[in-house]
């Protein structure tokens, strides 16, 4: 797989992910790189400290604190945002409203969800996490809820590269997949939150046992990202508030955009042989089409 980046992106989109989760003085130096960030991306660590009425250690924190390697990492991401056109922002669904706006806010909110996580990936991390799935000889995906829906989703996915994949969504279950699982298996932890109890549960086990992990979480450290060896992320895409925010749409969609993400590039690494499954795949799926044939009757 190519790792490769032109032009770092995401960094005003990480900073709002995470500007509420950050200590007072984090958030505080956060708040200030949101306001001026024309300023801000001139600014070495003492200057950020003084403008924000913190410190240079502070801000090495908060850079930490977001999972980038420094400062300067920060602030090549935010250049890079501020070379973007503008676009739409997240909008609310208000009670009431018509059809074509709902159509317009849903659509752009999910076209969001869909582009910041895409300006968070992380090359290298992605690398690894294909990496990791290429080795494995077994990928067990999990998660409840509509993450669940995500795993099933995945594991139809996956099994087309010829891997033995599973997808569960009940604790117990998952539990008994995993019991005898090592160092040849995958276990993936689906979770927008990523405090997910029974994901961070059965990633703690999988870990312990010595499978290889991976999460799929919002941006930010949490349980279920605290047990992978491989976190990916996604926006947290400032959801659509009660009773909408139930369906998870644009959170949804983020993670469906991630899988596809791990699917194609593990795809284009194996492309021979991926080339091979799927046209042993589709022979059989054309002998599904032939209508049934009858075993031949022995004369007595």
Known sequence: M????????????????????LPP???????????????AIHCTASQLGELSSTSSAAVIRLCKSLGLKGLQELKLRISGDLQKKPEARFRDIQPG????????????????????????VDYSVLAEAVDVLKQAENIHFFGVGASGIIAQDAQQKFLRMNKATSAFTDLHNAAMNIANVGGQDVVVGISFSGETYETAKIME?????????????????????????????????????????????????AQLHMIDILFVNLVTDQWEQASNYFNEITDVMDLLKEKPSRPKQEKS
């Not at 958030?27 to 200030?32: G, L, M, S, T």
């Not at 409203?97 to 300006?119: G, H, M, P, R, Y």
Request: proline share 4%; aromatic share 4%; net charge positive.
């Open 25 to 39: 003085s984090e958030k505080k130096i956060a708040v200030f790189i949101l306001e001026q960030p024309h300023e």
């Open 205 to 253: 086990i999988a870990k312990k046992k010595g499978a290889k992990t991976i999460s799929l979480t919002r941006y930010g450290q949490s349980a279920v990202s605290a047990h992978a060896d491989v976190p990916l992320y996604i926006s947290a895409s400032r959801e659509i508030p009660a009773p909408f925010r139930s369906g998870a749409t644009s959170s949804r969609l």
């Open 2 to 21: 190519k790792n490769m980046k032109n032009s770092l992106t995401g960094g005003l989109v990480i900073l709002n992910e995470m500007k509420d989760k």
């Open 97 to 120: 409203e018509s059809s074509d706006s709902i159509v317009e806010k849903v659509t752009n909110n999910s076209l969001q969800a869909i582009k910041e996580t895409t300006e968070m």
